[in-house]
């Protein structure tokens, strides 16, 4: 089956700063990486995603790559603010339009960014 | 608001006894999949229902099953109940043919 790692477990930036979170995967047929974000206590929720016929996605200030040779996605905040502080989590997955979809996830970054 | 709503939000069991999650998903949303969060870790795909029917599992045993009703609500059992099952559980929802997931707030399991 599918097997996401994710780096760093935990990144602490200054605000205004960038960020970046590594993700690799294992099985070539995934097609979809979304990113969550997960606020203390609160639901994961996707910010943005990439689907496998795509190299690079941008919306604001957070942007994703992907580089589906070596099976790696990265997310990319820029000016950071402290409200982007939470967990991220990248996930991989293949077919969400099948009805049999499912989606496996790093472990997760806590990302703080200090004032 | 996704109106993915997962009830209850807390409880506490003993090793051994059984627990029914529920979940009401957002209207429309054919598919619905339950995910279980351990502490410090990522959710871990449980299973997946589409039209009241199975059509994915996880890594999980049979002790964990499930149940998906016509009028988007849905339920995780849990029997025999292990340490090792004290988690958050999430239930996430998505229209039929997309890939976002919506999830609800979760439930937090603790088995003593």
């Known amino acids: 089956g599918e097997n996401v790692e994710q780096h760093p477990s935990t990144l602490s930036v200054q605000e205004g700063d960038s960020a970046v979170i590594k993700c690799t995967y294992s099985?070539?047929?995934?097609?979809?990486f979304p990113w969550y974000k997960q606020e203390l206590g609160k639901r994961p929720q996707l910010i943005i995603d990439?689907?496998?016929?795509?190299g690079e996605k941008k919306d604001q200030r957070i942007a994703v790559t992907l580089n589906k040779t070596a099976k790696h996605f990265s997310l990319h905040i820029t000016e950071t603010q402290p409200e982007d502080s939470a967990v991220y989590f990248c996930?991989?997955?293949?077919?969400?339009?099948?009805?049999?979809?499912?989606?496996?996830f790093g472990k997760g970054t806590l990302l703080t960014v200090n004032p | 608001e996704t109106g993915v709503t997962q009830s209850p939000t807390h409880l506490i069991k003993t090793r051994g006894q059984q627990v029914t999650l529920r979940c009401s998903s957002q209207?429309?949303?054919?598919?619905v999949s339950w995910y279980q969060q351990a502490l410090g870790q990522g959710p871990q795909f449980i299973f997946q229902?589409?039209?009241?029917?199975?059509?994915g599992r996880g890594n999980f045993p049979p002790r964990f099953s499930g149940l998906q009703f016509p009028n988007y609500s849905s339920e995780l059992n849990v029997n025999a109940l292990e340490l090792d099952d004290s988690a958050l559980y999430l239930c996430?929802?998505?229209?039929?043919?997309?890939?976002?997931?919506?999830f609800g707030e979760g439930s937090r399991l603790t088995v003593l």
């Open positions: 099985d070539s047929a995934s097609n979809y």
């Open positions: 996930a991989a997955g293949k077919g969400p339009e099948s009805s049999n979809y499912k989606l496996t």
């Open positions: 990439i689907r496998s016929n795509v």
């Open positions: 209207s429309g949303h054919n598919t």
């Open positions: 996430a929802s998505r229209p039929t043919g997309t890939g976002e997931l919506f």
């Open positions: 229902y589409y039209r009241e029917e199975e059509n």
